[in-house]
């Protein structure tokens, strides 16, 4: 049994098989319709619990439609309509889940809860989000950039704004991956020493957005206010000048492509030019979830890795 709660339960080796075997069930998908399990429905007869302490699109879809593709089945629980939202606890949860499904996927807010999880379940768990880490995200990015003809060692990857969650998966993905990060943050919301140790050396914090953007291949941003935080004047009027518009994404490399992992605020951290321009590749990193989640859950079961 194995548990995803961050990029580095898989290693670079568990990375790197599992973005090949996304590449590849993808390919073999193209024109098949989207409920259909893939043809050799490797996740048969298996039922993954997705628990949501906070509300999704993506993730919540992705998942879904991951495992049906992969010939098994999914029951969504919202604490709010289960026990946890009447103080069951999440070990207790974990226990009663394990004798009911295959594997499990939480999205909360305490990291600590999903390691509570993972601790008392005696089946697979997947970290969803957490307010430490999002690497179901960055695997959907890391696809997308290779599919964009980019190989990860070596890349320059500029992060603009919030020093959060988002970040630190992609730091921790460059450390695993052998790839550069440079990340532009104001004052007061940079992320934390230990969240740049995770990069083993390949990432740093500067203050000036064209710094970080200077020479990129890929430039990366998220919304400026969280979920659950509230929209904070004093946060955006930080968060200005590290907008990333047309002058800024002219400052990376010529064949640069524009990430954002949604939902996107346009004018705030990105304008409509970039965002809707023909470097940004948002709509197939949103699509890349399905497929890189899809390998997620094999690597979990032990099928490739």
């Known amino acids: 049994m194995r548990n995803f709660l961050s990029l580095s339960d898989a290693g670079p080796d568990g990375v790197a098989a599992m973005l090949a075997d996304a590449l590849d069930r993808k390919a073999a998908r193209a024109g098949r319709p989207k409920g259909k399990p893939d043809a050799d429905a490797p996740l048969a007869g298996h039922t993954l619990a997705m628990v949501f302490e906070k509300s999704s699109t993506r993730t919540r879809v992705s998942f879904d439609m991951a495992i049906r593709q992969l010939g098994g089945s999914s029951v969504i629980l919202d604490s709010g309509t289960t026990q946890l939202g009447r103080g069951e606890t999440v070990a207790d949860t974990a226990r009663v889940l394990s004798g009911y499904c295959d594997a499990i996927m939480l999205r909360t807010d305490d990291h600590a809860k999903l390691e509570e999880m993972a601790q008392y379940a005696t089946i697979p768990v997947i970290n969803g989000l957490t ?18 003809g980019k190989p990860l060692p070596g890349l320059k990857v500029a992060w603009l704004g919030d020093g959060n969650n988002v970040l630190a998966s992609i730091v921790e993905a460059a450390g695993l991956m052998q790839f550069d990060v440079v990340a532009a943050c104001p004052q007061g919301f940079q992320p934390d020493d230990a969240v740049i140790g995770r990069g083993a050396g390949r990432a740093r914090v500067v203050s000036d957005p064209a710094e970080a953007v200077a020479g990129a291949d890929v430039v990366i941003t998220d919304t400026w206010i969280s979920m659950g935080q509230a929209h904070a004047d004093t946060k955006l009027k930080a968060m200005l000048p590290y907008q990333v518009d047309a002058a800024l994404m002219a400052q990376a ?10 939902p996107a605020h346009r004018g705030e951290e990105v304008t409509p030019e970039v965002i809707d321009g023909p470097q940004s590749l948002i709509w197939p990193e949103a699509e890349n979830r399905l497929h890189a989640q899809k390998s997620v859950l094999r690597w979990c079961f032990g099928q490739i890795g």
Do not use: G, Y
């Open 131 to 148: 307010d430490d880490s999002h690497p179901c995200q960055i695997m959907a990015d890391l696809l997308t950039i290779l599919e964009a």
């Open 253 to 262: 490399n010529p064949a640069a492509v524009f990430l954002h992992c949604l």
